[in-house]
């Protein structure tokens, strides 16, 4: 493990104190995405950090690095820009459930089909916490929100299987709890060429957990130790038993084409087409 002074070099410290309430995940991910920047070797100056808006995109606001802080749900896009225009670059991706799955839910299953090389962290607390807390696509079943006071009734996609089956390259799984392995998971994504998804369920004990008797961190640490299970033991898992779980760990890794790859094909192709042409 890195020493913490590392970490410290990739914030941007005259940002701080930050926004979080006390007990929020968001802060443990965010050292964990550094983390993984450190351990994939990443030069500051080879990244560029991407987010929509809501508690989990200003961290996009402490890091050190070119950032974009863009409009609710359209960091895909911007970053794709990013990608295209430069794809010697990495660029990363850090946003809510509410953003990735909901408003731009179809800019996320476009980028996975297409296997575009950018790594998208999703902060999951199951809910739009910078607004008050009200339901996202992630919220889970017969839970309280203030847009859900009689328990959700809508089933919240499995955003992992979601990106699996929408072409994604890399996803995994992790939770806050589980601080020690989100490191390596999310550098393993930042290394995969293609595009990879990491989720991440984290606590807003604000208002998801005021609203779910989850009141204090801990509680909330302790139900995402609670619902998730590595992915070897969750497919022996039987169907029943796998209501309300989560599968964590590396779940899908597969090689296809990238697509600032093919893009660059057709350039080439269509300047030897250009130079073959009478003037
Ligand atoms: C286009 C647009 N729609 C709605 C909003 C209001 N808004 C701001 S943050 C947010 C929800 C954020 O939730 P999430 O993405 O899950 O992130 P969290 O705050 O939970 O980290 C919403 C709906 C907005 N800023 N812009
Ligand atoms: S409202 Fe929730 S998600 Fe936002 S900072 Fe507070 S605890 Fe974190």
Not at 107 to 120: C, K, M
Not at 175 to 185: G, I, R, S, V, W
Not at 213 to 220: D, G, Y
């Amino acid at each position: 493990m890195e020493p913490l002074s590392e970490v410290k070099d990739f914030l941007r410290i005259e940002k701080f104190p930050h926004i979080w309430c006390a007990g929020c995940g968001h802060g443990i991910i965010l050292q964990s995405f550094l983390r993984a920047v450190i351990d994939a070797g990443i030069d500051k100056n080879d990244m560029v950090v991407v987010s929509g808006i809501g508690c989990s995109s200003r961290a996009v606001g402490y890091v050190d690095f070119d950032t974009l802080h863009t409009a609710h749900g359209r960091a895909l896009p911007f970053a794709t820009g990013i990608k295209m225009a430069k794809p010697e670059l990495n660029v990363a991706i850090l946003a809510g459930d509410g953003d990735i799955a909901a408003i731009g839910g179809n800019h996320f299953i476009h980028a996975a089909r297409r296997n575009i090389d950018l790594t998208v962290v999703i902060f999951n607390n199951f809910n739009y916490g910078m607004t008050g807390g009200q339901s996202s696509p992630l919220t889970c079943l017969n839970a309280i929100a203030p847009t859900t006071p009689y328990g959700n009734i809508e089933r919240p996609f499995d955003i992992c299987s979601l990106a699996i089956a929408a072409g994604a390259t890399y996803v995994a799984r992790s939770t806050t709890y589980h601080a020690l392995q989100l490191p390596e998971l999310i550098a393993n994504g930042i290394r995969h060429h293609g595009f990879s998804v990491i989720e991440v369920l984290t606590g807003c004990p604000t208002y998801y957990g005021k609203f779910n008797s989850l009141r204090s961190p801990s509680k909330m640490l302790e139900w995402q130790r609670d619902h998730s299970v590595n992915l070897k033991q969750y497919q022996m898992l039987s169907e029943d038993a796998k209501e309300g779980k989560f599968a964590i760990g590396l779940i899908h890794s597969a090689e296809r084409p990238e697509y600032t790859d093919e893009y660059s094909k057709i350039i080439q192709k269509v300047q030897v087409v250009s130079q073959k042409e009478p003037r």
